[in-house]
């Protein structure tokens, strides 16, 4: 709608200034900036979806995706390590764990190291480098995939400049923080044949520590992007990047370590991440005619992960009172008394490489049909995954000290998913309608190199989709959408280390949405989303659950509204001042277990010791899915001037939400009783609501500099955001300044 009045105002310019134009009068208009490369104009949306384009999130100075999706409506981000470095995503009351109910693009093309095999999300780049990200829910999942089940984030690269640019950044700030960003690039016309020849690139440092002690991170990331325009048919896109990540990372706390030093208490200071990922893709565009073009994209990537820490999975783990060799070490930190980590001389290596590759043809058409305007879609997608993956355990403190290593898994897994998807988008007047089919094949294979046995698995689903929508007026658009929810299970999920497989589902659901896009004034625009999420099989526990329990599956609904505002006023009453407001809201009043979640049996057909009658120790018919807050509210008030001045507060809800399938209001309250090592891990019971507010402020010096500041948790609150591997606690009160020069 914007688009429209833009070009409206445009020709009557034109018209105004120029009159009648001769048929060769050229006529010079604005130079027109595109940022990153959308997967689709939001005009063109099936249903819901939230858009951040770069001025918001530069003018927001978001430090992580983190502080950056909890603007979107239906997304609920819980912080982990302080740093977003490994950001828990979950999106219409899905569990954010590692968000692996999620897909991640860039550029359209997935960017995850093992979407089908390992959709843990344990890379993420620097969200300083990308110009725009795009959140998608509704049918426009059908022709990406791979998770369909919630939603997709798209990152958006920056587009290569016309001219000769770029950009210098540095922020500074408390607890050891450092970001420096610099950018530069051009093109140039009519260069070796070509219509022009344009490159850019991006890099990013940053470092810092994260919310409790022992917890430093550094990053490195490099970008390239260059772009070759053949001749008036065809255009080529090159990408790269490597990233580098050196971090300390572990898990959460018990109760009563919580209890006696408080949020910023990590003893673990031996363990270490450490990471690499390099990257590469080509998008050849080939215009047949003004109607038709035909997209193709192959990507690549390798990433290496290697996780050394002392405690393996959660607090009640024994591994330093067997193999460390310190009788007594889980009950230290039970019972909340200082732990001394260089005693224990265990260390524990997750040592894992992935490499990813794909061809992705995309045909998009333009046509009329017994006259009827139409647009079709269709696409294809081969993609391949290699996981080598291998668990050591060393004989000290440290992986650099131990003199003996002993290998417990040396497992390599395969995955290979051939994937297409067709859609129509029928244009009756002020009404289109959209069918749509999406068909996913995926293979497993996974070998065990420690005792030789191999075994396989597969599945096949058609995901259907349909999407309406109804423009009455210019201001408004009215919408509905359904599709076929999928998801499909990991390779560890699918393929027992014995090599039998298991007889687990991919993830399905049924997702109905209705809602309004609107713009009923100038400067205020009103988004509104009705959901209803209907799984007939969802995956949790198991490896996705951070706990060591077997797969298990069921039923669930999750339903609610999505509700967004924003008001400008020097748009809506033609001011030079504006105080604007924002407003982005999320009710999942309905976020329940329609079954219970029954376990997968173990490779022997048996069902494992913990799991009662067959079910997960907790799952009731009725109950609250864990990790689903009922109110999510993100709240902006702030003020704005054309001389380059902004400031606003942001105030960030999450309401209280579960812990555990029990639905326990307290760790106390677990069965087995209040002293048992369950009640105390920290891992049970409720986490209270919490408020965060922000501070942000950027003024323009001159064209091209600009100087701001950033206060984080201005309040400095101090709040529980997870307990899936203990008590982890949300960030404490930051402090950043910085500038960024334009040139």
């Not at 003996?404 to 067709?422: K, L, M, P, Q, W």
């Not at 891992?683 to 206060?711: E, M, P, R, W």
């Amino acid at each position: 709608m914007k688009k429209r009045k833009l070009a409206t105002a445009l020709l009557a310019a034109i018209s105004l200034q120029h009159g009648a134009l001769k048929a060769d009068e050229k006529v010079e208009l604005p130079p027109m900036v595109i940022t990153g490369e959308k997967i689709m104009s939001e005009e063109n949306w099936l249903g819901s979806g939230t858009f951040l384009d770069e001025k918001e999130l530069f003018e927001s100075h978001v430090s992580s995706v983190n502080e950056a999706l909890r603007k979107v409506t239906g997304v609920f981000v819980r912080d982990e390590e302080g740093f977003g470095i490994r950001p828990n995503i979950g999106i219409r009351g899905m569990n954010p764990f590692r968000s692996t109910k999620v897909s991640f693009l860039e550029d359209g093309l997935p960017l995850n190291f093992a979407p089908y095999g390992d959709n843990d999300i344990y890379y993420h780049p620097p969200v300083e480098r990308y110009d725009g990200i795009e959140v998608l829910k509704g049918a426009d999942m059908t022709q990406y995939g791979i998770q369909t089940i919630s939603g997709a984030v798209n990152y958006l690269t920056p587009n290569v400049p016309k001219k000769f640019g770029g950009s210098l950044g540095f922020i500074g700030g408390s607890r050891d923080y450092l970001n420096g960003h610099a950018r530069a690039g051009g093109t140039v016309e009519n260069v070796g044949g070509l219509n022009s020849l344009g490159g850019v690139m991006d890099y990013l440092h940053k470092e810092g520590q994260g919310s409790r002690d022992n917890t430093f991170a550094k990053i490195d990331d490099v970008n390239l992007k260059t772009v070759l325009d053949i001749n008036s048919r065809n255009k080529l896109t090159l990408r790269g990047d490597f990233y580098q990540e050196s971090s300390q990372s572990t898990f959460g706390l018990t109760e009563s370590e919580y209890k006696n030093f408080g949020q910023f208490y990590n003893p673990f200071k031996n363990d270490t991440f450490e990471t690499e990922r390099w990257a590469t893709s080509a998008t050849h565009d080939l215009k047949f005619n003004e109607d038709v073009t035909l997209s193709t994209s192959f990507y690549w990537s390798k990433f290496n992960r290697d996780w050394w820490r002392q405690m393996n999975q959660q607090p009640t783990d024994t591994n330093c009172d067997t193999a460390g060799g310190v009788v007594g070490y889980r009950e230290q930190r039970l019972s909340g008394q200082a732990i001394d980590v260089d005693s224990c001389n265990f260390t524990r290596g997750r040592l894992r490489s992935y490499e990813t590759w794909g061809v992705a043809p995309t045909l998009h058409a333009k046509y009329n049909l017994f006259g009827v305007a139409s647009e079709l879609d269709a696409g294809f997608r081969a993609h391949f995954e290699n996981q080598y993956r291998v668990t050591t355990d060393g004989n000290a403190p440290t992986h650099y000290a131990a003199s003996n290593f002993v290998t417990g898994e040396r497992n390599e897994r395969y995955a290979d998913a051939y994937s297409g998807f067709i859609q129509n988008r029928f244009i009756l007047g002020n009404w289109t309608m959209t069918p749509g089919v999406r068909v996913e094949s995926v293979s497993y294979e996974r070998i065990n190199k420690l005792n030789g046995k191999a075994g396989q698995s597969d599945l096949m689903e058609a995901l259907p989709s349909f999407a309406m929508t109804y423009s009455p007026v210019n201001e408004a658009t009215l919408f509905f959408g359904m599709h076929r929810g999928f998801a499909p299970p990991r390779v560890e999920d699918s393929v027992y280390n014995d090599g039998n497989s298991v007889e687990i589902q991919a993830e399905k659901s049924w997702n109905y949405e209705v809602g309004v896009k609107s713009e009923p004034l100038t400067g205020l625009k009103t988004d509104l989303t009705l959901f209803h999420n209907d799984f007939e099989n969802l995956t949790v526990l198991g490896t996705i659950g951070g706990n060591d329990t077997p797969v298990a599956q069921g039923q669930a609904l999750f339903q609610g509204i999505e509700f967004m505002n924003r008001l400008d006023t020097a748009e809506l009453f033609n001011w030079s001042h504006n105080p604007y407001l924002q407003v982005a809201y999320t009710w999942v009043p309905t976020a329940k277990m329609t079954s219970q979640f029954r376990c997968m049996p173990l490779s022997d057909g048996k069902v494992p010791a913990s799991c009662p009658n067959g079910y997960v120790y907790g799952s009731k018919l009725g109950n609250r899915s864990p990790y689903a807050p009922e109110h999510l509210i993100t709240a902006t008030v702030g003020y704005s001037h054309p001389i380059g001045f902004d400031a606003h507060f942001e105030t960030v809800f999450v309401a209280e939400q579960f812990g555990d399938f029990m639905n326990l209001e307290s760790g106390a309250d677990h069965p087995n009783g209040a002293n048992s090592a369950e009640a105390r891990s920290g891992q049970y019971g409720k986490i209270q609501d919490y408020a965060v507010v922000n501070f942000a402020s950027t003024y323009k010096v001159y064209d091209g500099l600009n100087v701001f500041v950033s206060v984080k948790n201005l309040l400095d609150n101090q709040y529980v955001v997870d307990r899936v591997r203990g008590i982890l606690p949300g960030s404490p009160r930051l402090v950043q300044a910085g500038f960024k020069y334009d040139f």
